[in-house]
Protein backbone atom coordinates (compact mmCIF):
# COMPACT_ATOMS: atom_id res chain seq x y z
CA UNK A 1 0.00 0.00 0.00
CA UNK A 2 1.27 3.48 -0.83
CA UNK A 3 1.40 6.14 1.87
CA UNK A 4 -0.12 8.72 -0.02
CA UNK A 5 -2.57 11.86 -0.02
CA UNK A 6 -5.95 11.50 -0.93
CA UNK A 7 -7.07 14.25 -3.20
CA UNK A 8 -9.87 13.21 -4.73
CA UNK A 9 -12.26 9.81 -5.68
CA UNK A 10 -10.16 9.27 -8.42
CA UNK A 11 -6.65 10.84 -7.48
CA UNK A 12 -3.75 10.47 -5.27
CA UNK A 13 -0.92 12.59 -4.92
CA UNK A 14 2.64 10.76 -4.19
CA UNK A 15 6.16 12.39 -3.57
CA UNK A 16 9.29 11.77 -2.00
CA UNK A 17 7.59 12.23 1.23
CA UNK A 18 4.50 10.32 0.24
CA UNK A 19 6.31 7.63 -1.77
CA UNK A 20 4.87 4.85 -4.05
CA UNK A 21 5.65 1.64 -4.44
CA UNK A 22 3.62 0.96 -7.11
CA UNK A 23 6.17 2.36 -9.75
CA UNK A 24 9.81 1.67 -9.69
CA UNK A 25 12.20 4.25 -8.56
CA UNK A 26 13.68 4.75 -11.26
CA UNK A 27 9.66 5.84 -13.26
CA UNK A 28 9.03 7.73 -10.33
CA UNK A 29 12.30 9.76 -10.62
CA UNK A 30 11.28 10.33 -14.28
CA UNK A 31 8.89 12.73 -12.51
CA UNK A 32 10.13 16.13 -11.56
CA UNK A 33 10.83 15.87 -7.77
CA UNK A 34 9.31 12.71 -8.07
CA UNK A 35 6.14 14.03 -7.77
CA UNK A 36 3.37 12.72 -9.62
CA UNK A 37 -0.47 12.15 -9.51
CA UNK A 38 -1.90 8.66 -10.16
CA UNK A 39 -5.34 8.86 -11.51
CA UNK A 40 -7.79 6.02 -12.69
CA UNK A 41 -9.68 7.70 -16.00
CA UNK A 42 -13.58 8.56 -16.21
CA UNK A 43 -13.59 8.50 -19.80
CA UNK A 44 -11.45 7.84 -22.83
CA UNK A 45 -8.43 9.96 -23.48
CA UNK A 46 -6.72 11.45 -25.81
CA UNK A 47 -3.11 11.39 -25.54
CA UNK A 48 0.27 11.34 -27.49
CA UNK A 49 3.16 9.18 -28.10
CA UNK A 50 6.57 10.62 -29.57
CA UNK A 51 8.58 8.14 -30.73
CA UNK A 52 11.00 7.19 -33.26
CA UNK A 53 14.66 5.41 -34.39
CA UNK A 54 14.68 2.68 -31.19
CA UNK A 55 11.05 3.73 -29.26
CA UNK A 56 8.53 2.45 -30.59
CA UNK A 57 4.91 3.08 -31.87
CA UNK A 58 3.59 1.65 -28.76
CA UNK A 59 5.25 2.37 -25.42
CA UNK A 60 4.53 3.40 -21.19
CA UNK A 61 5.56 7.00 -21.80
CA UNK A 62 2.94 9.47 -23.32
CA UNK A 63 1.39 13.12 -22.82
CA UNK A 64 -1.87 14.87 -22.78
CA UNK A 65 -0.16 17.89 -24.54
CA UNK A 66 -0.23 17.45 -28.57
CA UNK A 67 3.09 17.46 -29.72
CA UNK A 68 4.89 18.85 -32.70
CA UNK A 69 7.48 16.20 -32.08
CA UNK A 70 11.14 16.99 -33.31
CA UNK A 71 13.62 19.37 -30.74
CA UNK A 72 10.97 20.87 -28.86
CA UNK A 73 9.49 17.51 -28.04
CA UNK A 74 12.64 16.05 -26.87
CA UNK A 75 12.89 19.60 -24.77
CA UNK A 76 9.57 19.33 -23.30
CA UNK A 77 9.52 15.64 -22.68
CA UNK A 78 13.47 15.54 -21.93
CA UNK A 79 13.83 12.51 -24.12
CA UNK A 80 17.52 12.03 -23.71
CA UNK A 81 19.26 10.83 -27.35
CA UNK A 82 20.85 8.32 -25.71
CA UNK A 83 17.35 6.10 -25.29
CA UNK A 84 17.28 6.33 -29.48
CA UNK A 85 13.96 8.13 -29.27
CA UNK A 86 14.37 10.26 -32.86
CA UNK A 87 10.97 12.20 -31.61
CA UNK A 88 10.19 11.96 -36.05
CA UNK A 89 6.78 10.37 -35.00
CA UNK A 90 3.52 11.67 -33.23
CA UNK A 91 1.04 9.16 -32.26
CA UNK A 92 -2.44 9.41 -30.97
CA UNK A 93 -3.74 7.37 -28.17
CA UNK A 94 -6.82 6.55 -26.67
CA UNK A 95 -6.33 5.74 -23.85
CA UNK A 96 -9.92 3.76 -22.57
CA UNK A 97 -11.72 5.11 -19.15
CA UNK A 98 -10.63 3.09 -15.91
CA UNK A 99 -7.28 2.94 -16.67
CA UNK A 100 -4.95 3.82 -14.29
CA UNK A 101 -2.19 6.30 -15.16
CA UNK A 102 0.41 8.11 -13.40
CA UNK A 103 0.66 11.81 -14.47
CA UNK A 104 3.39 15.18 -13.80
CA UNK A 105 5.89 17.15 -14.95
CA UNK A 106 8.53 15.57 -17.10
CA UNK A 107 12.13 15.83 -14.84
CA UNK A 108 15.64 17.21 -16.40
CA UNK A 109 17.38 15.02 -17.49
CA UNK A 110 21.54 15.38 -18.14
CA UNK A 111 22.99 14.19 -21.43
CA UNK A 112 26.20 12.49 -21.23
CA UNK A 113 29.50 12.34 -23.22
CA UNK A 114 31.02 8.76 -23.95
CA UNK A 115 33.22 9.20 -21.04
CA UNK A 116 30.05 9.56 -18.78
CA UNK A 117 30.69 13.39 -18.31
CA UNK A 118 27.97 16.13 -18.12
CA UNK A 119 27.75 17.78 -21.44
CA UNK A 120 24.40 19.35 -21.41
CA UNK A 121 20.59 19.12 -19.65
CA UNK A 122 17.01 18.62 -21.26
CA UNK A 123 14.83 20.69 -19.21
CA UNK A 124 11.73 18.61 -19.63
CA UNK A 125 8.99 20.83 -17.81
CA UNK A 126 6.11 19.11 -20.18
CA UNK A 127 3.00 16.97 -19.47
CA UNK A 128 4.60 13.41 -18.94
CA UNK A 129 2.22 10.03 -18.52
CA UNK A 130 3.37 6.74 -17.50
CA UNK A 131 0.96 3.83 -17.80
CA UNK A 132 2.13 0.51 -17.16
CA UNK A 133 -0.05 -1.95 -19.22
CA UNK A 134 -0.19 0.01 -22.72
CA UNK A 135 -2.28 -2.48 -25.50
CA UNK A 136 -1.17 -1.54 -28.86
CA UNK A 137 -4.84 -1.02 -30.43
CA UNK A 138 -4.97 2.22 -28.45
CA UNK A 139 -2.13 3.64 -30.20
CA UNK A 140 -3.75 5.01 -34.12
Known sequence: ??????????????????????????VAESFNGAT?????????????????????KVGSYVSRTSQGGGLQSQLDLALNPSWGNTTENITKVVVPKKTTIYEGVAAPQNIYDSLGNTIGVLPGGGNQVYIPKVEAGWFK
Open 36 to 56: FTKTTLTEDTVMYRVSGGNAG
Open 1 to 26: MCLAYQSGSESVRYSPINPCNEISQE
